[in-house]
């Protein structure tokens, strides 16, 4: 069975930066489409970003764009996330997840998470304003 396993959360300021990764075990990074998400207490799981098979094309929500940067490293297995200029209402439980399906071919991004068959267990992420 396939594991995520992420890391990297933690409190931090408003305005700063964060790097979770998640690496995969039991599994191949290059053989899945991988995506972030998150959820808030009280809220519904969201989509942040979304990376391709071959890692090059990604898709981030609009709320991220030009703050977050999903990305994979296949030497490592692991998938990376990015978070510069954190905001107190970005304060969630972070979510690395895994897509083994074949469609849309090689620069499929998935953003919905019913399309992830893999889950990790998150990582909380704390922003104090």
């Known amino acids: 069975q396939v594991q995520l396993v992420e890391s990297g959360g933690r409190l931090v300021q408003a305005g700063g930066s964060l790097k979770l990764s998640c690496e995969i075990s039991?599994?191949?990074?290059?053989?899945?489409?991988m995506g972030w998400f998150r959820q808030a207490p009280g809220k519904d799981r969201e989509f942040v970003a979304a990376?391709?098979?071959?890692?090059?094309?990604?898709d981030y929500s609009d709320s991220v764009k030009g703050r977050f940067t999903i990305s994979v490293d296949f030497a490592k297995n692991t998938v990376y996330l990015q978070m510069d200029n954190l905001k107190p209402e970005e304060t969630a439980v972070y979510y690395c997840?895994?897509?083994?399906?074949?469609?849309?071919?090689?620069?499929?991004?998935?953003?919905?998470?019913?399309?992830?068959?893999?889950w990790g267990q998150g990582t909380q992420v704390t922003v104090s304003s």
């Open positions: 997840a895994a897509d083994s399906n074949n469609r849309g071919g090689l620069f499929y991004r998935a953003k919905n998470s019913y399309e992830y068959d893999y």
């Open positions: 039991r599994g191949t990074l290059s053989t899945f489409r």
């Open positions: 990376a391709s098979q071959n890692g090059i094309n990604t």
